[in-house]
T-cell receptor, first 113, second 118 residues
Framework: AQKITQTQPGMFVQEKEAVTLDCTYDTSDPSYGLFWYKQPSSGEMIFLIYQGSYDQQNATEGRYSLNFQKARKSANLVISASQLGDSAMYFC??????????FGTGTSLTVIP | DAGVIQSPRHEVTEMGQEVTLRCKPISGHNSLFWYRQTMMRGLELLIYFNNNVPIDDSGMPEDRFSAKMPNASFSTLKIQPSEPRDSAVYFCASSLGTVRDFSYNEQFFGPGTRLTVL
């Protein structure tokens, strides 16, 4: 069964520090994509970053980077220089051939001033 | 582009009433997804369409739920009759991509419909 596991229901980080949000996945497909989304308190889902299973390098988008360890089936999100506006729920998701997405249960991040 | 459009943004209804949620995907996107989000169950995929055809509806809770996509620019999710346990935020999302396509295509989410069934 394909699934996403996010083991940290809640995380706290000091402003300007870096934080890592964990995500592990389970799939038997050789081809897949991993996505991270942010959901602030206003409720919208915002796409952050993508990693393809065949990508050789870890994805980066501004302050977001993805620590992709294929053998361990993990795709952790690293947010550098945390800002107060980073406080939100963060969801990891996997997409397989078949175009279906599976989302994790999310991690609530609180940035402390 | 206006993004994914959902209506209504908020819906309050009484148990037993019919509820219809509407979604307009991003123009050119050929995949559409309906999700339900609750505190208890998180984000659940209800159904998804590819080229207007339902591909997987295994997440639809029961026969009270139905979804249609009559054309590429419109989809509905209907609950009849509604129950208090259906109270949730319902998201519609769209993306490019096909069942066999494995290219990078993220989902774009609509703002959601917050449904309250009294």
């Amino acid at each position: 069964a394909q699934k996403i596991t996010q083991t940290q229901p809640g995380m706290f980080v000091q402003e300007k520090e870096a934080v890592t949000l964990d995500c592990t996945y389970d799939t038997s497909d050789p081809s897949y994509g991993l996505f991270w989304y942010k959901q602030p308190s206003s409720g919208e889902m915002i796409f952050l970053i993508y990693q393809g299973s065949y990508d050789q390098q870890n994805a980066t988008e501004g302050r977001y980077s993805l620590n992709f360890q294929k053998a361990r089936k993990s795709a952790n999100l690293v947010i550098s220089a945390s800002q107060l506006g980073d406080s939100a729920m963060y969801f990891c998701a996997i997409r397989h051939t078949g175009n279906q997405f599976y989302f994790g249960t999310g991690t609530s991040l609180t940035v402390i001033p | 582009d206006a993004g994914v459009i959902q209506s209504p943004r908020h819906e309050v209804t009484e148990m037993g009433q019919e509820v219809t949620l509407r979604c307009k995907p991003i123009s050119g996107h050929n995949s559409l997804f309906w999700y339900r989000q609750t505190m208890m169950r998180g984000l659940e995929l209800l159904i998804y369409f590819n080229n207007n055809v339902p591909i997987d509806d295994s997440g639809m809770p029961e026969d009270r739920f139905s979804a249609k996509m009559p054309n590429a620019s419109f989809s509905t999710l209907k609950i009849q009759p509604s129950e208090p346990r259906d109270s949730a935020v319902y998201f519609c999302a769209s993306s490019l991509g096909t069942v066999r396509d494995f290219s990078y295509n993220e989902q774009f989410f609509g703002p959601g419909t917050r449904l309250t069934v009294l």
